[in-house]
């Protein structure tokens, strides 16, 4: 399947000013929250939220193991995980290609008084040293993000040569092409149609229908794009299912639906470590040892 390939041409004609005006229109998980847009209680409901249906980002991204070092995060968003690694004492480098996600992250930033442990900058990931001044972190972090731009390669080939050294870790986050939402849309939105399943899957990975760009990867694939950039993979893992009634949720109620309200805990894991939407990879650079752990 072509979106498993990671510069295939099924969203390699799609222009990064397109990808950019999605993501201005409406940053990710703006609408976590019923409080006033920029408030504190806003922030701390976005987080609270977003943890709640992805709990296992946390102990992906471990925050505690960053402190006193240098975090590059490729695609900040509204923050989140940028606040908690900047709390946790890391100084870290957040880029965003949405200047409206960029705009909330900052003043999230101010109301936690971390302003001084963060710097954000507005970049294109295919273009990253463009922005950012080369230089190798202890990790580079990229949750959700690198499968929404046009060309992958592009970007992991700009991680490789200019931000990682010897001893950093490459942690990011793609979507799984086998996730049961991938399933759903094939029936829901595809109507059974594989091949009109990639631009399904685009068009309803998030929130707000229409994303120009979605790659999706199987383990296999996400290793032989890692590999293809430099990188050895260490860990890869596969999590989240969103179990809650889409009407519910909206309004902020949280209401399981069929069949996972019936499952009990231990099934209701086991099932997301096999058919989870979030396939998350640890790697690092193919030559050089790999950091002490």
């Known amino acids: 399947m072509s979106a498993t390939l990671g510069d295939s041409t099924t969203f ?49 991204a471990d925050y505690p193991r960053w402190a006193g070092r240098r975090v590059l995060e490729i695609g900040c968003g509204l923050g989140t995980e940028t606040m908690n690694f900047a709390r946790a004492g890391a100084r870290v480098t957040a880029v965003d290609l949405s200047s409206r996600s960029l705009e909330l992250a900052r003043q999230r930033a ?40 046009p060309h992958p390669g592009r970007a992991l080939e700009q991680i490789r040569r200019h931000f990682v050294g010897p001893g950093t870790t490459f942690k990011m986050m793609v ?56 990188f050895i993979v260490e860990d890869v893992f596969v999590d989240h299912i969103f179990p809650y009634r889409v009407p519910d949720y909206v309004k902020y109620r949280y209401v399981k639906a069929f069949p996972f309200n019936v499952l009990p805990d231990p099934a209701m894991r086991a099932l997301e470590r096999r058919l989870g939407w979030h396939l998350c990879v640890t790697a690092r650079l193919a030559e050089g040892p790999a950091r002490d752990r």
């Open 175 to 230: 979507y799984y092409r086998w996730a049961w939402k991938v399933l759903a849309i094939l029936v829901r939105e595809a109507h059974g149609a594989f091949w009109k399943l990639d631009e399904a899957v685009a068009r309803n990975s998030e929130a707000q229908t229409g994303c120009p760009v979605t790659y999706t990867y199987t383990r296999r694939s996400v290793r032989e794009l890692l590999e293809r950039s430099g």
């Open 110 to 149: 101010e109301v936690f008084g971390l302003q001084d442990r963060i710097t954000f900058i507005e970049a294109d990931a295919e273009r990253l040293a463009d922005f950012v001044d080369p230089s190798p972190y202890d990790l580079v972090y990229s949750f959700g993000v690198i499968h929404h731009t």
């Open 12 to 60: 390699s004609e799609t222009s990064i000013d397109r990808v950019r005006d999605y993501w201005n229109s409406r940053p990710c998980n703006l609408r976590h929250s019923p409080a006033p847009v920029g408030s504190r209680e806003y922030f701390d409901q976005v987080e609270a939220r977003k943890y709640l249906v992805e709990p296992h980002i946390p102990g992906f």
